[in-house]
């Protein structure tokens, strides 16, 4: 199966090499490189060039949020696998009732001193679980349970992500990795065997658990 693979914020495409190295090869792996202009739907257009096969999609955290709107798109889409790509912890709608919002602000400004404000405003705009609801086409969602060093809201945010994971539909699969947001980059054979596993059965056709 073709694949196209999408980076994280702030990555390129080499993000996926250590993945694919330990990919076993019965896929073809193709890398790209998401950039701005932040509107969404313009970046899935420069995405369309390279999709005219009908391809799996693959992403890592923003990847992942960005192939999720791919399968809302293409509803005859054979397989998305998100890895840790359902939001980021300045949406004050992803936390439990009262969401922490001095520390939100907090992370906001922190964002925005070291990052893309444009991007920034996309992703915090941007709500994943909305679109997750309404993709028709067989979707991995693989979140990570651990926080990566200096994460303070991690464990209100999981709580508020745990409560939205339960809304999803069936054809979207939860799986929770012991891992931190770099599993990619810290477990490439686990998130390698989770991306085979998942296609592999796509393929064969066998049903969604």
Do not use: K
Request: with cysteine; hydrophobic share 45%.
């Amino acid at each position: 199966m073709r694949v196209l693979a999408l980076h994280g914020a702030g990555g390129s495409p080499a993000d996926w090499a250590p993945v694919v190295e330990a990919m076993a090869g019965g896929h073809e792996v193709v890398p790209l490189e998401l950039r701005g202009p932040w509107d969404w739907e313009s970046v899935l257009d420069r995405i369309e060039p390279h999709a005219g096969d009908n391809p799996a999609v693959v992403g890592m955290s923003m990847g992942g949020m960005v192939a999720a709107l791919w399968g809302r798109r293409h509803p005859g889409c054979p397989a998305v696998v998100d890895i840790d790509g359902h939001g980021v912890p300045t949406q004050a709608r992803r936390y439990l009732d009262p969401a922490p919002l001095a520390e939100i602000d907090a992370l906001r400004e922190a964002f925005r001193a070291h990052g893309e404000p444009e991007l920034q405003e996309a992703l915090e705009e941007l709500d994943c679980f909305e679109v997750l609801r309404e993709v028709r086409c067989p979707v991995l969602l693989a979140v990570a349970t651990r926080p990566m060093a200096g994460q303070a809201l991690f464990e209100p945010y999981r709580r508020g992500l745990e409560r939205d994971l339960a809304t999803l539909p069936d054809n979207v699969e939860v799986v929770r990795l012991d891992a931190t947001h770099a599993v990619a980059f810290e477990h490439p054979r686990l998130v390698a065997d989770l991306i085979e596993r998942y296609l592999d059965d796509r393929r064969a056709g066998l049903p969604l658990p």
